[in-house]
Structure formats: C-alpha cells, structure tokens
C-alpha cells in the first residue's frame, strides 16, 4: 500500500508529533505549577501581614485555605505553626 519512503515519514512524522505533543503538556503543567506557588506565595504575604496586625486566626486560617495536598505544602504548614506560636506569647 505504501513504499518503504512513505512510511518512513509517516512514522517520523507521527514520532515528531508525540514529542511535541508530550513537549506542550510538559510547558502547561509546568505553568500551572508556577500559578500554584505563586498562589501559595500570596498566601503566605498575607499571612505575614495578618501576623503583623495581631490577627494570628486570620493568619492560620490564610495558611489553612492555601493547602493543595502536594509536597509544597510543607513552607505553609511551618508558617502555620510559627504564627500559632507567636499568637500563643
């Protein structure tokens, strides 16, 4: 049905369309992660100043909305544990 040059290209072709298909998804996951920690960043600059301003529930409660589940979430659970300290003395 087809010569050996024909498939040749059809394969290099289809080869040629996966990398840049697995390419794509790679550059969109990795946006989505960079919104994700600049979501969780925001987060925590409010959690700052909430600190500062004496309102350590609303800090903890910042820091408890951010949680995604995923090994990032470490930085928030420290931040949340210096706050309930600091509201604590």
Known sequence: MFSCASRRLLVGLAIFAALVGVLLLRHVFSAAAQDKRAETA??????VQYTKDGRYDDAIQTGLKSLHNDPTDGAVYQQIV????????
């Open 82 to 89: 210096v706050v309930y300290l600091l509201s604590l003395a």
């Open 42 to 47: 925001d987060y925590g600059s409010l959690m």
